[in-house]
């Protein structure tokens, strides 16, 4: 008779989330760039007409939650940074998918 020789068992190496899951710091920067991810993706759809919105009588306006607008100024045209700021954001991380997707 032969003797049967035992295989050895094919374990699978381990995923993103079963690495990244006991480093804390990994953690909380996938929480954080999934946070940025998303506020910049959703604010599209609600900040559409004001991208291009000038208010010459608000130029260089400092941070104001007065009336829930220009939380983060406006510049030399009276634009909204934050609305601006979100858009390259969304730009930003559309060309950093379509890169890494290439």
Request: hydrophobic share 45%.
């Amino acid at each position: 008779m032969s003797a049967v020789v035992p295989s050895s068992a094919v374990v699978p190496p381990p995923g993103l989330w079963r690495r990244l899951a006991p480093h804390r710091a990994g953690m909380a920067g996938l929480v954080l760039l999934t946070v940025i991810a998303v506020s910049c993706f959703t604010a599209l759809p609600v900040t559409a007409r004001l991208y291009d919105h000038q208010d010459l009588t608000r130029t260089y306006a400092p941070p104001s939650l007065e009336h829930w607008t220009f939380w983060c100024g406006t510049d030399a045209l009276g634009r909204s940074l934050l609305v601006r700021t979100l858009y390259g954001g969304c730009t930003s991380i559309a060309l950093g998918l379509l890169a890494a997707g290439l």
